[in-house]
């Protein structure tokens, strides 16, 4: 619900400081503090998350650690040191050494952001990756020890899911900025020129990720634990293995798996459809302003990538079931030593604390959002208010 976000609106970002710092495009210069200003609302925010997910490692899955902590940590250990911290601390540089920095340094730190947040990205995957495909291991005195740091990094669970889910912050992005931007020309704002760039930018990113994210998708498959088919052959036969080694049970996923699946591509072909229609009204700016029919359909279609990425991922993991590491580690040997209530206690804070979270960060997103740029105070002088705002280009069509 965050890090998608946060990774695309960074890159996106990026890309237009690196337009103004290298032209001196006014225009550019007000749209990386309007669009700035959304992306950091949406990293802090995502940070208390963060550290939520950390108190429920160490509160409900201490069976986790136990035995498989020696690998399983050691990505997320290089997660929060080589990435979260620097990308932190970059990020802080970023928003306030604006005017205080050389130009070409300012526009350095927001690429080391965005290039961190794909490497904390990645270690994330690589841990979660592990989960899917456990490699890289053996087992010694009933723990999992690493033996291949190697194997671990470039396994395919990770790596395929990494480009999916970099694609897939592309994709969440360009519908952000094509969404708001509509919002604003279809209320006839008189910032044309700005919105009307800001949504070519955004739909330039939807039409450019749209395939890759479904590619490498798709090429995930090719990894897919068995089980997850449990009709096939495979499946059949990955079930068969499982009970002799570990006894009588259920193997196969629960019902929420396929249809995450199902759901996860039926969102997919809608945005293709956007993508589509987007890929023909491109090359003609004033369709992008006239379109008003167009312009609802881009604001409706802001949650898409969130629903197609929220389904996917009950896929992968739900689609995991009864496994926290698959083949290696169940979910009922995973948790902690404490009572079911104790668990249900925790389970139902966290979720009550996730929603108030997504209810905060979407209420600051759209309050800003709707303020549009004369209103931004990323960069500002607290002493006297927002920046000023740079003169507006004449609209070109």
Not at 84 to 92: A, I, K, N, P, Y
Not at 130 to 136: D, S, T
């Amino acid at each position: 619900m965050f890090v998608a976000l946060t990774l695309g609106l960074a890159t996106l970002v990026a890309l237009m400081q690196t337009r103004a710092t290298w032209s001196g495009s006014a225009v550019h210069a007000r749209m990386t503090r309007f669009w700035g200003q959304l992306y950091v609302i949406n990293y802090a925010v995502g940070i208390v998350t963060g550290l939520v997910m950390e108190f429920q490692f160490g509160m409900n899955w201490g069976g986790t650690a136990e035995l498989t902590g020696g690998v399983f940590g050691a990505p997320l250990a290089m997660e929060t040191v080589a990435a979260f911290f620097v990308e932190s601390t970059f990020l802080g540089l970023w928003i306030f050494g604006w005017d205080r920095l050389n130009r070409w340094v300012h526009l350095a730190l927001i690429w080391v952001v965005t290039f961190t947040a794909y490497l904390s990205a990645y270690f994330i995957l690589v841990a979660n990756g592990w989960m899917q495909r456990p490699v890289g291991y053996e087992m010694r005195d009933g723990t999992a020890h690493l033996t291949d740091l190697g194997a671990l990094l470039t396994n395919p669970a990770a790596v395929l899911a990494f480009f999916h889910v970099l694609f897939g912050g592309l994709l969440t992005a360009g519908f952000f900025l094509a969404g708001v931007s509509a919002y604003h020309l279809f209320r006839r704002t008189a910032q044309v020129e700005f919105f009307r760039r800001s949504m070519r930018i955004g739909l330039a990113a939807v039409v450019a990720s749209v395939f890759p994210v479904v590619v490498f998708g798709g090429v995930q498959f090719a990894y897919l634990q068995p089980t997850k088919r449990p009709g096939s052959p495979e499946g059949q036969a990955a079930e068969a293995d499982l009970i002799a080694r570990f006894g009588p049970g259920d193997y196969t996923p629960p019902w929420p798996a396929s249809a995450g699946e199902a759901l996860m591509m039926l969102a997919w072909v809608l945005m293709l459809a956007v993508a589509a229609v987007a890929l023909v009204k491109l090359p003609f700016g004033r369709w992008l302003v006239r379109g008003r029919i167009f312009h609802v359909v881009l604001m409706a279609a802001v949650p898409l990538p969130y629903v197609a990425m929220l389904s996917g991922w009950v896929f992968r993991e739900v689609g995991r079931q009864p496994w926290v590491v698959y083949g290696l580690l169940k979910t009922q040997d995973a948790l902690s030593d404490v009572s079911a209530g104790w668990v249900a206690v925790s389970f139902t804070a966290f979720t009550g604390l996730f929603a108030v979270l997504i209810a905060v960060n979407a209420w600051l997103l759209v309050r800003h959002a709707r303020r549009g740029p004369d209103e931004v105070r990323l960069g500002a002088d607290p002493r006297t208010g927002p920046a000023p705002a740079e003169p507006m280009l004449t609209p070109t069509y």
